[in-house]
């Protein structure tokens, strides 16, 4: 049977409690450990498909197709588990499946409440990751102690260890102790509050992660343990830190991993924790340095990129190089000069999106990647824009756009399918406009075959690849043959040669534009081929561009 930490949060949200369950996992597979980690949301969404980048951040989609919370991303950047549907799980998923189970009578004309049938519902969700040899379940309760929505979940924590054993269950709350700066001291109150407010529901922390800007005094953490009726070495500081990946170091160094493995009576070695060690050297010291232009309509909220920052950051890792972000507004880049913003960057990505809002800027973009010859990576939309610039600008097709901006354009170079071959599932699959998101999308993991001599070959450095999808709309294949005869390369398509996946362009340093959402699928410890290749390339050019003269590319900027 497998162990669970609950991790709950407290005083103030956006402390971390992603990256907290994320590292926990990192620091217990690095004891030899295997875990899977799950999110609880308390809002009535059915998952995040529909809510706003600027609201709630990215998206980000599981290798089955599930549309789920961004802090699942971390879950597997700093481990190896492989998320699926049943890793997040929200307020309105739960009530929907209660309500659905009381419409086929399943309840037996029982009076439906929150307990025990909301609760009942959430703990099968959470012991349902009980599988597959997992050792310990690490669960994320989202939202701040206090929500009034949070409620219903909290219970369920409570009940848990009723069904499994006092001594299977850990909770872990995190707060935070901030530093006044008037009065020169770090204040524990909040910190004492929070677990007053999360012992009243019922749950009696195990341990405590600090978040602090700081370094806790020893006299600091007695004091918290003192009042918050726990163990002085279950108070564990969790001080800022200049790279997220530092987080396991930082919690192993207090102590954490050790505190879980005494509870759960793990006889293990101490974790293994090279591979973290040389990532944060590497972003702490790294060789070279690269500027990278992120052409996006969602930047008001750096979340909604949240993936592809981190991947870029991988990228950077495998080639001992720190990436610098250029945040542009494509809107911007409708409205004035593009040189003013692009004389200074050693790459240019086009991310995702979805409507027509800054959709010129992107295009404008892409056309001053390729004209200029500067290393050029377009992700889903980012691939579309690119094919359509290619279309306008190169083949003289000036009508050429896409069937999601313009319904009535004359040249759909990017446009909705009817039906397509799923080789997940060995069917056809009909787009439906009826359906509950206003069209079927093409959601997960979907294979793609590279062709040979090619950026995406050589990156990926196999001939037959499986990447995650979030898209609706998918380039026409009536316009193949021309843009091919004029440059373009389709290197990357599915198995039967209908849908493109990747496109490339003949004479140019690297310009590559994919269908699919690779940065969903980069860690650390295993960046993707394709930001690899990328940020390869910007370094590459940079250098071409500025011969070293003996100087390394880090001294050239200074």
């Known amino acids: ?57 990215e998206v980000y989609v599981t ?59 959430i703990k099968s969700a959470i012991r349902s990751l009980d599988c597959d040899g997992v050792d310990v379940v690490i669960v994320e309760i989202g939202g701040t102690i206090g929500d009034i929505e949070s409620l219903p979940f909290l219970e369920a924590i409570r009940q848990i260890p009723y069904d499994v054993g006092r001594e299977n269950a850990m909770y872990f709350h995190l707060t935070l102790v901030p530093y006044i700066g008037s009065a020169g001291e770090l204040k524990s109150k909040p910190t004492q509050h929070s677990v007053k407010e999360l012992r009243e529901i019922g749950i009696q922390p195990d341990a405590l992660l600090c978040r602090s800007d700081r370094e806790i005094p020893q006299e600091m ?65 790294p060789s070279n340095e690269v500027t990278i232009a992120m052409v996006g309509k969602y930047i008001g909220l750096r979340d909604a990129y949240k993936s ?78 690119a094919v359509i610039e290619f279309a306008r600008n190169v083949c003289g097709i000036t009508g050429a756009n896409s069937s999601e901006f313009d319904t009535e354009c004359t040249e759909p170079i990017i446009y909705l399918m009817e039906q397509w071959f799923d080789f997940k599932t060995n069917t056809v699959q009909k787009r439906s406009m009826e359906s509950e998101k206003g069209g079927t999308m093409r959601l997960g993991g979907y294979p793609c075959l590279l062709q040979e001599s090619s950026n995406a070959k050589d990156a ?11 898209h609706r709309y998918e380039f026409n294949n009536n316009y193949r043959e021309i ?23 003949t004479g140019h340093p690297w310009f590559l534009g994919c269908q699919f959402h690779p940065e969903f699928k980069s860690r650390p410890t295993e960046p993707h081929p394709l930001f690899k290749a990328f940020i390869s390339s910007a370094i590459r050019e940079k250098r071409s561009l500025f011969p070293t003269h003996g100087m390394t590319a880090l001294e050239q900027r200074r």
């Open 1 to 57: 049977m497998a162990k669970y930490i609950f991790l709950t949060g407290g005083v103030v949200s956006s402390l971390g409690k992603g990256i907290a369950a994320s590292a926990i996992g990192a620091l217990l597979e690095a004891r030899g450990l295997k875990v899977t980690l799950q999110k609880l949301d308390p809002y009535i969404n059915l998952d995040p498909g529909t809510l706003s980048p600027f609201q709630h951040g």
């Open 63 to 121: 290798e089955d197709g599930t549309e789920t919370d961004l802090d699942l991303g971390h879950y597997e950047r700093f481990t190896h588990v492989q998320s699926t549907q049943k890793n997040n799980y929200t307020t309105g998923k739960i009530y929907f499946n209660v309500i659905k189970k009381e419409r086929l009578g399943h309840y037996l004309g029982q009076t439906v409440q929150v307990v025990p049938h909301i609760t009942d519902e």
């Open 221 to 285: 953490k007695k004091k918290i343990a003192l009042h918050c009726n726990i163990e002085e070495e279950s108070v564990i500081g969790a001080i800022d830190v200049e790279t997220i990946y530092e987080v396991p170091l930082v919690l192993h160094r207090e102590g954490l991993d050790t505190l879980i493995a005494k509870k759960f009576k793990f006889n293990t070695d101490p974790p293994k924790l090279d591979v973290w060690h040389n990532v944060v050297k590497t972003i702490k010291n």
């Open 308 to 385: 592809l920052i981190e991947s870029l950051i991988h990228g950077g890792i495998a080639n001992d190089a720190s990436v610098n972000f250029k945040w542009l507004d494509s809107e911007e880049l409708e409205k004035h000069e593009i040189d003013e913003y692009m004389s200074d960057v050693d790459g240019i990505l086009v991310p995702g999106g979805f409507g027509i809002r800054g959709i010129e800027g992107k295009i404008r973009a892409v056309q001053y990647a390729r004209e200029k010859k500067i290393p050029y990576f377009g992700i889903c939309l980012g691939m579309q824009c």
């Open 460 to 470: 990926y450095k196999k001939a037959e690849i499986t990447e995650r999808h979030r």
């Open 483 to 505: 843009l091919q005869s004029k440059g373009m390369r389709f290197s990357g398509l599915s198995p039967d040669g209908k849908l493109v996946e990747i496109v490339e362009l």
